[in-house]
Nanobody
């Protein structure tokens, strides 16, 4: 049973914007901190941003000022608005939830983002 489903990835040129979305089941979303991670082939998975149930957000230095994470608690969704994209932002982006504590233990299947120079 898929509980986190990402969408919105694609191929864009450097400087463009993309908006990723993640739809979650209520049992996964309600009250839990949600996050976006990314992984490029051959590299470790990288934390990008996270947002608490109350809406407090923090970001990796590599995306701060360019990406914005948001959540809609009525729709059980989180979004990642990505502006001023760079080729180094190319990766598979994953939505994650911290369901059983502070560790992100529930994951989506990912959506590919490719930024050409």
């Amino acid at each position: 049973q898929v509980q986190l489903v990402e969408s919105g990835g694609g191929l864009v040129q450097a400087g463009a914007s993309l908006r990723l979305s993640c739809a979650a089941s209520g049992s996964i979303f309600n009250g839990n901190t949600m996050a976006w991670f990314r992984q490029d082939p051959g590299k470790q998975r990288e934390w990008v941003a996270e947002i608490t149930n109350g809406g407090s957000a923090i970001y990796a230095n590599s995306v701060k000022g360019r990406f914005t994470i948001s959540r809609d608690n009525a729709k059980n969704t989180i979004d990642l608005q990505m502006n001023s994209l760079k080729p180094e932002d190319t990766a598979v982006y994953y939505c994650a939830a911290a369901v059983r504590g502070s560790t992100f233990d529930t994951w989506g299947r990912g959506t590919q983002v490719t930024v050409s120079s």
